[in-house]
Every structure is written in C-alpha cells, then in structure tokens.
C-alpha cells in the first residue's frame, strides 16, 4: 500500500481560506468514509482535527472542514490564524484492517 | 481524561528487537470499540502506520512490516506493547501509541511519543 499524496507545502493570509488535498486510489479514499485528518505542532503529538471525511470532534474549532470526491479528500482551514502553522496529515481506512496516512503538508500562515 | 504514556526504549543496536509499552490511564483498553495502535515518524519525515490490536486481543500489521512486528495486550497492566525485529537505521523514528476509535474512525488519544534510535 502506498501513502496518500498531500501536496509538500501550502500557505496563505491570516483571515483567507486554504484547502490542503489528499489523493488515494479507489482501494482507500474513495471506497470508504474513513478519512481523518491530524494536525501537528513541532515537537508535539498529533491531534485529530476531522473524522468520516467532514466531522469535527468536539472542541475543533469549525474554521476546520473536511470534504471528499472521488479518490480525493480536502482539509480546507478558513479564517487562518497563527495558531493554523502546522504540519497537517491526512489518513484513510484501507481495507483489511490497514491504515494509511498522508506525506504531510506544511502550513505556512504568512 | 484518557492518557498514553510510551516507555523509554532510547538506543537499540542494529539487528536487536525494539521494545515499547504504552501505558493506558483514565479508560480501560478492555473497552470495547477501540483499537490501540503504534505509529511513528521517523526524523523529518511523515507518519507510517505500524498497526494495532483490538481490545478483543485481534491484530493487525502494516503490510510492509508484518514479518517483524509483534503488538500484545496486558490486561492487568491496562497497557500494550510493540515489538519490532531485526531493526536497522530505517527504523529510528519517534514512535506513537494512540487510540483508534471505531466510532470516529480515526485515532483520538495520542502518547507524546518516543525517539527510538538505531544505532550501534
């Protein structure tokens, strides 16, 4: 299995949106809901931001949403703050019992 | 408040096995819907999926490191353990222990993690 593909870096404004893809096959991605994304301070463990695609656990702010289409998943972050800078992964459900996560993507908040 | 706590395992020499326990506090891995997974991120880079053990006791691997990992449940402790074989320089990375939630689909308690180095 290969890992999901986020693009290396993105980055933008405080107050704007940006949108971070992650692109599976139809083997993860896009047969099943179970996609997840994490966000990771430096040094720090990371922290689940969204669940089944678009959920958001109790205590994340909604500036974090999360959407799919096809055999691709998207992290969109809107009304970036500081505090967004981070390294951010997506991760789906593969079949089998197997678990794959993204390359990652730094946020970069100008 | 769930907590994860991994051990200290440090330096491990080329060929050795790499031992790491989490201990689980504030919820019993005995409790059904969850999974208790290993992950890690080697230095600089992203994070891989090594696997995880139901409360039932299941396991399941990374494909890529099936033949040379080994996750257990002590019950008694309330914590879980991994065990990687034949460990090379590829395999220092900090290693997590987290809980993966049926009902999220997504792992919600995370260890602060543990840099394992191999080296001799």
């Known amino acids: 299995q290969s890992a999901l593909t986020q693009p290396p870096s993105a980055s933008g404004s405080p107050g704007q949106s940006v949108t971070i893809s992650c692109t599976g096959t139809s083997s993860d991605v896009g047969t099943y809901n179970y996609v997840s994304w994490y966000q990771q301070h430096p040094g720090k463990a990371p922290k689940l931001m969204i669940y089944?695609?678009?959920k958001r656990p109790s205590g994340v702010p909604d500036r974090f949403s999360g959407s799919k289409s096809g055999n691709t998943a998207s992290l969109t972050v809107s009304g970036l703050q500081a505090e967004d800078e981070a390294d951010y992964y997506c991760?789906?459900?593969?079949?089998?019992?197997?678990?794959?996560f993204g390359g990652g993507t730094k946020l970069t908040v100008l | 408040q769930l907590q994860l706590q991994e051990s200290d395992s440090g330096l491990v020499k080329p060929s050795q096995t790499l031992s790491l326990t989490c201990a689980v506090s504030g919820g019993s891995i005995s409790s059904g819907g969850y999974s208790w997974s290993w992950i890690r991120q080697p230095p600089g880079k992203g994070l891989e999926w090594i696997g995880y053990?139901?409360?039932?006791?299941?396991?399941y691997y990374n494909p890529s490191l099936k033949s040379r990992v080994t996750i257990s449940l002590d019950r008694s402790k309330n914590q879980f353990s991994l065990k990687l074989s034949s460990v090379t320089a590829a395999d220092t990375a900090v290693y997590y222990c987290a809980r993966l939630s049926v009902a999220l689909g997504g792992h919600d308690y995370w260890g602060q993690g543990t840099l394992v180095t191999v080296s001799s």
């Open positions: 089944e695609v678009s």
């Open positions: 991760s789906s459900y593969a079949g089998s019992d197997n678990v794959i």
């Open positions: 053990i139901y409360h039932s006791g299941g396991t």
